[in-house]
Nanobody, 121 residues
Framework: QVQLVESGGGLVQPGGSLRLSCAAS????????MGWYRQAPGNQRELVAT???????DYADSVKGRFTISRDNANNTVYLQMNSLKPEDTAVYYC???????????????WGQGTQVTVSS
């Protein structure tokens, strides 16, 4: 049983900061890539940032320079530090992981339940 548990979402004023956390647990053999996606009502789910096991990162153009993704491999945890938040950052943020379970010979993708981030005065 693999589970991704997210925390850190909430309400913040424009220009403020939040840090999201996502911890993966279960019978995990190896985690390759972890990342964050977001989705607003009626919109497509979009990539925010990803990070590989070797700490190579990728960011959406809309968040470059404002968001920073990092990971703690020892604890199977990924973080998203969000600074200079804008109202257009408002969305449900989903944690994603490409990982291999102990019982599997292949990698598969898993999703967290999502955490709401609202940027508003």
């Amino acid at each position: 049983q693999v589970q991704l548990v997210e925390s850190g979402g909430g309400l913040v004023q424009p220009g403020g900061s939040l840090r999201l956390s996502c911890a993966a647990s279960g019978t995990i053999f190896s985690i390759y890539t972890m990342g964050w996606y977001r989705q607003a009502p009626g919109n497509q789910r979009e990539l925010v940032a990803t990070i590989t096991s070797d700490s190579n990162t990728d960011y959406a153009d809309s968040v470059k320079g404002r968001f920073t993704i990092s990971r703690d491999n020892a604890n199977n945890t990924v973080y998203l530090q969000m600074n200079s938040l804008k109202p257009e950052d408002t969305a449900v943020y989903y944690c994603n992981a490409a990982l291999r379970r102990l019982s599997s010979s292949r990698y598969a993708r898993y999703w967290g339940q999502g955490t709401q981030v609202t940027v508003s005065s």
